[in-house]
């Protein structure tokens, strides 16, 4: 299987800057494309930013301009660099990885806190 570790959650203040990394071990080879969630108190999980194998991306329009992804294969690691960050950003944010195998779903990463102050 694959594990995904999170890292680099933390409190910033509004308009700050935050980046986070995931890592990928494990079965690495059965990952395509990888991810970012997040879940706010009372709200359901959105997708925040899509990076596929090839390198194209897709984002939030809630995100778009202030987040970037970005991916480095050869360490089976993704980042999400969060810029001009608002309160409304705070939430727990999930690393996930889709797979080649359908009988495995999605990999999820146990997810880290980011608590932007006004």
């Known amino acids: 299987q694959v594990q995904l570790v999170e890292a680099g959650g933390g409190l910033v203040q509004a308009g700050g800057s935050l980046r986070l990394s995931c890592a990928a071990s494990?079965?690495?080879?059965?990952?395509?494309?990888m991810g970012w969630f997040r879940q706010a108190p009372g709200k359901q999980r959105e997708l925040v930013a899509t990076?596929?194998?090839?390198?194209?991306?897709n984002y939030a329009d809630s995100v778009k301009g202030r987040f970037t992804i970005s991916r480095d294969n050869a360490k089976n690691t993704v980042f999400l660099q969060m810029n001009s960050l608002k309160p409304e950003d705070t939430a727990v944010y999930y690393c996930?990885?889709?797979?080649?195998?359908?009988?495995?779903?999605?990999?999820w990463g146990q997810g880290t806190q980011v608590t932007v102050s006004s």
């Open positions: 990076i596929y194998s090839g390198g194209s991306t």
């Open positions: 494990g079965s690495t080879f059965r990952i395509g494309s």
């Open positions: 996930s990885a889709s797979s080649y195998y359908s009988r495995d779903g999605r990999f």
